[in-house]
């Protein structure tokens, strides 16, 4: 017999996936809503280094912080209906960390 080393843990347990018809629609969210979180982080600081560059206008300023706003809201929106808190969308990538770096 073979163990299928490639789910084990360091500590020889193996990780599992758990599979619940009761949360399946949140856990979906969940994962949609951190790729929207990080993306959102992305236009965010590359937003920040355009105007700090001067390369924008002061309506493309405009435009884009209002933008960033609506999106924030619209998440926190989405977080609430699903129950879900801000560091819910942080996932823990194992060795490598959580995915989304701590905003400051």
């Not at 002061?58 to 129950?83: A, K, N, P, V, Y």
Request: aromatic fraction near 0%.
């Amino acid at each position: 017999m073979s163990i299928d080393r490639s789910n084990c843990t360091r500590t020889g347990r193996r990780r599992r996936v758990e599979l619940d018809p009761d949360t399946v629609e949140r856990d979906i969210a969940r994962l949609v809503l951190t790729v929207v979180e990080l993306l959102r982080q992305l236009m965010e600081r590359q937003a920040l280094r355009r105007v700090e560059s001067g390369e924008l206008t002061e309506d493309q300023e405009e435009r884009i912080g209002l933008t960033l706003m609506l999106l924030d809201d619209r998440m926190g929106e989405l977080r609430s209906r699903f129950g879900l808190r801000p560091e819910d969308l942080n996932i823990d990538l194992g060795p490598l960390g959580p995915l989304l770096p701590k905003e400051t």
